[in-house]
């Protein structure tokens, strides 16, 4: 029996439930309410004003990616030097976020930024006075961080984990100052591991919509809302799927950008 | 001012893991353009102290001289040491050039000065015409060399070896032992080495220190181990023996200098090449017709218990440590009861 047999469950599942919908949702973005075959849904998002919420939802993806990049490698980088079965508790607090369901965490978010929340009660109690917080594109900026870092830190700690300590000492060796070891060695040693961080933040982070809607209020309006509203309220699923399918390219664009990066993933997935 | 004589100077080093005390106290000096190998089993502390005077490791006490001056809390990248790591430890995202080249560009060298001397270096290591490859698509022994190039092109005061043959295979590692030694006396560097293999250090050092339990048991040139033992630890890790080749043609027999020998030693193959070792002094010296082996005594030595004498039979001269002196070109008899005859496999003389 040949090995491929044992795949046929999971090409079933493809077809079913990724190339037919594909289809559908190109189907539905090349033609108009009628069925008829029509470019207008795509000349409509690139002159009204939905090529806005468009860059505004990447560069809020990218300043999502860019602040976990800055707080996860520093940590990953100090869990790699730790020992995991010594630390237990250190790894855990990293983890637990992730063992949560992600809109109990917006909630959560959502409760702790609010005008009578817990920081604003701190701010009063220190004298700095309550500020709005809730409702802001910082708040949905700190809601998709909260949610994305550990995808960050993971894939970057694996990587460090894999490195030999040993280069690094070989590049002390060899003259090299702390400084110089890491944007000689360590950095560029690592880069498989921020090269798949950045992919696992960006690639949700664009196409977030629930965060925006329970953090930002319907004041920051993104991709993933807008398309959220075209099936869900406006039941207009021409637009909508137009919508996803530019969406669906700025994804297989930016991941071609970061293959050129690493180019033999050694990053691999997640881990 | 410090003593010429003395590069390097260890004093009063103590080493604790935790709970374990891995080095105990330990003085060691090392001399200008000296091979000195640190000898002893895995866990003995060797690597510890080769990485102490490397700058790796903070001794718990004592400290590290350096020309006569306290380096002890001095990082590594400001010694005037190199450090060839024992799986070479290269940059896997460099070519071998960059690898090379990469202590010289730390110093901010010219590119045409950081070139030629890179070039030299891959001549000295045999490794010409590698520069653009890539780190790790080069086999252990070219990597080997790769990384005794990056050490030895920033021409250090002295070169740490860290057990730097260890993953290669016998006759590569045979000719990588001349072929270092050579180097070491080419280049006029101090070699510091670690080797759990006698033989090695016997090959290749000037000095030996015998370490084992975090402590040297014994320090001396090769020689000096090698006959005089101080203890029982170095006389068993260094064992002075006869060492000739055999066959084993059948279980508890084996076949040596010409003669077949009954031994306690089973479980070879048939007529496979063996090692014999024998012991001076578990060779009987016995009269010529009764003996196993015949031959002539053709030197002896007074070495206070007993003489060492060098006798040839069988074609094989044998040492042989007796308190009965033969005087010289006398003809004796050679007995050997079989439990003094130790059989090992070829490949484990290497000390593995």
Known sequence: MKRSFFAWPYVVWMIVFTVLPLLFVAYYGFTDATGALSLDNWREFFTSGDLKTLWLSVRLA??????????????????AGKDMSRHKTLFVLILLPMWMNFLLRTYAMRTMLQDNGLINAFFEAIGIGRKQMLYTEGAVLLGMVYNYLPFMILPIYTCMKKMDRRVVEAAEDLGANPLQVFCKVSLPLSVPGIVSGITMVFMPAVTTFAISKLLGGGMTFLIGDMIENMFMTLKNWQYGSTISMILLVVIIASVALLRKVDPDNQGGGLW | MYDEMRLIELKGISKNFGDTQVLRNVDLYIRKKEFLTLLGPSGCGKTTMLRIIGGFEFPTEGKVLFEGKDITDVPPYRRRVNTVFQKYALFTHMNVFDNIAFGLKLKKMGKQEIARRVGRMLELVNMEGYEKRWA??????????????????????????DEPLGALDLKLRKNMQLELKAMQQELGITFIYVTH????????????????GGRIHQIGDPKKIYDEPKNAFVADFIGESNILP??????????MAGQKFPCVDEGFDKNEEVDVVVRPEDIMVVGQDVGMLAGTVE??????????????????RWKVHSTAMQPVGSEVGLSIVPFNIHIMHREAVSGK
């Open chain 2, 299 to 316: 030197s002896v030595i007074f070495k206070g218990v007993h003489y060492e004498m060098m006798i040839l039979a069988g074609g094989y």
């Open chain 2, 197 to 212: 293999d006698q033989e090695e250090a016997l090959t290749m050092s000037d000095t030996i220190a015998v370490m084992s």
């Open chain 1, 62 to 79: 990218l300043e999502c990616t860019a602040v976990c990049l800055v707080v996860g490698y520093p940590a990953a980088a100090f869990l």
């Open chain 2, 136 to 161: 790790d698509s080069l086999s252990g022994g070219q990597q080997q060399r790769i990384a005794i190039a990056r050490a030895l092109v920033n021409e250090p005061e002295v070169l740490l070896l």
């Open chain 2, 246 to 255: 055999g066959v084993m043609p059948e279980d508890d027999v084996v076949e």
